[in-house]
């Protein structure tokens, strides 16, 4: 089955002529999902960043709903009066009714309302509802799922609270209700079901039955078409669930997902084909000059390898100024996150590295959460003693910098013999015999609560993976999210990742995929596979997207035995890099940022909503869907100077000597950054809430006269002179 474009909107270029008015002063927007200030997983980060674009469409009518979590919104919310009218009768009504309605602001970038529904405060109701939902709409829920029972309740809290605020509103409102996934999707299905009028539009992230089918190691896409869907949820008892997600998706006006991946997973399992693909984007911060990046992560790599000086002490005989830093993070699904082929590739390239002679050190990390009860004494240790040998090193920095001071103040050249005492010596030795071990440097950090069964540490154990001083490739597995405040790695996630050289993320099944596009936004370039939402989005709006530091694995058409081996070339080519093209590279990849801005990825949610008011409300809006074969796909060139590759680029260091400038074209970063900016559309700005044109249709009232047309004038993006040849990787 083919990775074919079929959605109506797909690339960046099928959404730029969109010059016509699509009033929206009298339309409401309620965006309704599990994680509104509330952090579980991936779908928070995107209502969180895109928080700040909406607000700016919609203003005063535009309303998050989510659960109520007193430790989140203690320090995440200010709880304060509503101020529409309808709203604040509505959740008095509500609150006199047996409910617990909060209301407040979200202290994020934009300040969207929250309006936060306390679930567990209405668990009375659970099993009169349960009853409800059997009877109208043949969906049973099992007592003991206690996610599913959540579901339920918040489900029915949504639609409460819908409903009640469309009959407090004195005139007929335009509400357009957004659900994510299925745990609030059952609050759509109710406002169809009791025909509320209301938009809806539902996007899924990732499908339920999709994910259990990965993680049970099936041949996933090559058998879309042929799984009985209603008998493998069954199997896995997710049937309600699946149930819930599949009524939610049929019921709504608009249904959307996040990749076109997930597209075609969507359209099999859950049997109907999404209206519009809406890609996940982040805030996207650009620094004033090019330097200032490739400046943070010198600084952060400089943390890293203090870090890696206390882990390997002892042991460390590598150079590490040559070391390459890897990592993968996220979830800790073994399969499914692509850690089994990552390890196997870690192998692999071990062995290129030492037949090669190669003296490049690769230290990869494993950012996964797993069951811990503490840190590895042995861990704490190297750090301790890391700590120990740098005060040793200043205590006799101080006193020969006194004597060397003294000695020149009386016209005379040190004696260097006599610049340190024997008590200096004495100092030196005992820090250098603390440093003796007579074991390997660990591999995990934490002591692992099922060690014997982890999949990360026995495959390390069945490839022969030990840290030892033969291995070209280091392995650090750190099983908790890393943490400023940590007193073994005292680093953020995004200094880390600023740190490292590449994040390799070879993911089976990753609907979108935020840890490689949060790496392109800081210059850091990555591995995705052709299964993730990222890395189809990326090869289908970048002619050569390894050039920019974006390599895309092939998981889909070729054996997991190929695909590890196109793993390790990859890995074995950026360990052949030198550390200009490093930097040359990381230049590229942080222009691509671009991409991935909501100012962009905002239009598709714009698109998706536009289509849910004209279906909804057909007499009020009109919008007319754009034809994907009518317009060519946008598409990033090739960069224009040469790929950063060992192959075609001699320079070996930063420093190259003018001989090489004559027969060779120089590379020109302001050039070849002029000549990118021309390529990508200027960022989408959105006229705040109370200006008269937005640009969308709406049908004129005679049916005669054409729509005004307004287009706001494209904001230019400028990056200052860099200089590559002066920084480090």
């Known amino acids: 089955m083919p990775l074919a474009r079929s959605l109506s909107v797909t690339s960046l270029s099928g959404l730029d002529d969109w010059d016509e008015e699509f009033d929206l002063e009298d ?30 469409e919609w203003g005063e009518n535009y309303f998050l709903v989510g659960p109520y979590m007193e430790s989140n919104v203690r320090t995440q919310v200010e709880l304060i009066e509503p101020l529409n009218p309808a709203l604040r009768r509505t959740i008095d009504k509500m609150n006199s009714s047996g409910c617990k309605v909060y209301f407040g602001r979200w202290l994020i970038e934009g300040s969207p309302y929250v309006v936060l529904i306390d679930v567990a405060f209405t668990a009375w109701s659970l099993d009169r509802w349960k009853s409800e939902l059997w009877e109208s709409c043949g969906v049973g829920v099992p007592w003991f799922d206690r996610e599913a029972n959540d579901a339920v309740l918040f489900g029915f809290l949504t639609a409460w609270l819908l409903g009640e605020f469309a009959a407090q509103c004195e005139e007929p409102p335009h509400i357009l209700a ?14 169809r079901q009791r025909k509320l ?138 399969s499914n996150k692509g850690a089994d082929i990552f390890l196997e590739a870690l192998a692999r390239l071990n062995y290129l590295l030492r037949v090669n002679h190669s003296e490049v050190t690769v230290v990869a990390f494993f950012i996964m959460p797993a069951r811990t009860n503490n840190f590895n004494v042995e861990t704490l240790k190297g750090q301790a003693i890391r700590k120990q040998l740098w005060d040793t090193a200043q205590t006799v ?17 040190p004696d260097v013999s006599k610049m340190l005492d024997k008590e200096d010596f004495t100092m030196m030795k005992r820090a250098i015999f603390a440093t003796q071990r007579q074991c390997q440097p660990p591999i995990c950090t934490h002591n692992m609560l099922e060690d014997s069964s982890d999949p990360i540490l026995n495959c390390l154990r069945r490839i022969g993976l030990f840290n030892s001083s033969s291995d070209r490739v280091k392995v650090i597995f750190h099983p908790e999210f890393l943490s400023s405040t940590s007193p073994l790695l005292p680093m953020d ?102 991409l991935l801005d909501w100012r962009y990825l905002g239009r598709y949610y714009i698109s998706a909503r536009h289509m849910a008011l004209a279906k909804a409300f057909p007499d009020t809006y009109y919008y007319e869907p754009q034809d994907p074969t009518s ?14 590759s060992p192959a075609l680029s001699r320079h070996s260091s930063p420093h190259h000597s003018e001989a090489e400038d004559e027969d060779e074209e120089r590379y020109d970063e302001d050039l070849e950054a002029e000549k990118d900016r021309l390529n990508i559309r200027q960022p989408f700005s959105l006229p705040y809430r109370n200006k008269s044109t937005l640009p969308y249709a709406t049908p004129p009232s005679n049916g005669n006269s054409t729509p005004s047309s307004a287009t706001s004038p494209p904001s230019s993006i400028t990056s200052p002179p860099s200089s590559v040849s002066s920084e480090k990787n």
């Open 493 to 594: 996630y995004e200094e880390f990742v600023r740190g490292c050289h590449l994040g390799v993320f070879p993911s089976y099944y990753e609907p979108w995929g935020y840890t490689p596009a949060e790496c392109t936004v800081m210059g850091i370039p990555s591995v995705s596979t052709n299964l993730s939402g990222f890395g189809c989005f990326m090869e289908e709006h970048i002619a050569d997207p390894s050039a920019y530091g974006i390599y895309i694995l092939d998981r889909r058409y070729r054996s997991v035995d190929e695909s590890c081996n196109q793993l390790t070339s990859f890995l074995f080519q950026f360990c052949q890099q030198s550390r200009r093209q490093r930097i040359i590279q990381r230049n590229r990849t942080e222009r691509l940022s671009d």
């Open 27 to 56: 339309a409401v927007l309620f965006e309704i999902a599990w994680e509104v200030a509330n952090k579980v997983g991936g779908i928070y980060t995107v209502i969180q960043t895109k928080a700040r674009l909406t607000s700016e």
């Open 178 to 191: 957004h659900f994510h996934e299925w745990l609030a999707g059952l609050g759509l299905v109710l406002c």
């Open 631 to 644: 317009k060519q796909g946008f598409r990033y060139p090739r960069p224009a100077s040469v790929p950063p």
């Open 197 to 334: 009028p209301i938009a809806t539009i539902f996007t899924t992230h990732a499908t339920l039955l999709g994910r259990y089918l990965c993680a049970g190691n099936v041949d996933f896409y090559n058998n879309l078409s042929n799984f009985n869907v209603d008998k493998e949820a069954g199997d896995r008892q997710i049937y309600h669930r699946y149930c819930l997600e599949r009524a939610a998706a049929h019921c709504t006006h608009v249904f959307t997902t996040v990749s076109q991946i997930t597209a075609i997973e969507a359209e099999h399992l859950l049997k109907r084909k999404p209206d519009v693909v809406t890609p996940n984007g982040l805030n996207v911060k650009k620094f004033s000059a090019m330097h200032e990046f490739q400046n943070l992560h010198a600084q952060s790599k400089h943390r890293i390898q203090e870090f890696i000086r206390g882990h390997f002490y002892g042991h460390l005989d590598f150079n590490l100024d040559k070391c390459v830093f890897l990592f993968i993070a996220g979830r800790y699904e073994f």
């Open 397 to 413: 920095k101080e006193k020969f910098g006194k004597k060397l001071y003294d000695s020149l103040l009386v016209g005379q050249l």
